[in-house]
Nanobody, 120 residues
Framework: EVQLVESGGDLVQPGGSLRLSCAASGFTLSSFAMFWVRQAPGKGLEWVSTSYRNGVRSYAEFVKGRFTISRDDAKNTLYLQLNSLKTEDTAMYYC??????????????RGQGTQVTVSS
C-alpha cells in the first residue's frame, strides 16, 4: 500500500524558511518521479515542483529561486526547502507519487498534507 506522510509545516513570518518532508512507504522512491503540490484556502490544487528519477528538477515560476526539491532515496524521503516565504505561499502542501517517467500531478496519489502559514 502506497503511503505518503508529509511533515514540517508551521507558522512562519514573511521572509522565513521551512523544510518539508515526505516519508514514502509501500514503493521505492528512486523508481518514480515525485511532485509537490499545494492548495491555498479557497483555491484549486496547483503544481509546485517535480523531482525526476534522473535528477532533473522542475519548478513552477512562482517558486523558482526560492524553493528547492530534493530526495534521499536511501531514506525513501522527499523534501521541499522553502526560503524567502511570502504570504501568498500559505497553503496545504502535499507530496504526490508520479509515474516512473513523470506522469500527471493533478491526479497523482498524495498524502494528507502539511500546513504552511506565512504571516506576520
Amino acid at each position: 500500500e502506497v503511503q505518503l506522510v508529509e511533515s514540517g509545516g508551521d507558522l512562519v513570518q514573511p521572509g522565513g524558511s521551512l523544510r518539508l518532508s515526505c516519508a514514502a512507504s509501500g514503493f521505492t522512491l528512486s523508481s518514480f518521479a515525485m511532485f509537490w503540490v499545494r492548495q491555498a484556502p479557497g483555491k484549486g490544487l496547483e503544481w509546485v515542483s517535480t523531482s525526476y528519477r534522473n535528477g532533473v528538477r522542475s519548478y513552477a515560476e512562482f517558486v523558482k529561486g526560492r524553493f528547492t526539491i530534493s530526495r534521499d532515496d536511501a531514506k525513501n524521503t522527499l523534501y521541499l526547502q522553502l526560503n524567502s516565504l511570502k504570504t501568498e505561499d500559505t497553503a496545504m502542501y502535499y507530496c504526490a507519487k508520479g509515474q516512473p517517467y513523470g506522469g500527471r500531478w493533478v491526479d497523482a496519489p498524495r498524502g494528507q498534507g502539511t500546513q504552511v502559514t506565512v504571516s506576520s
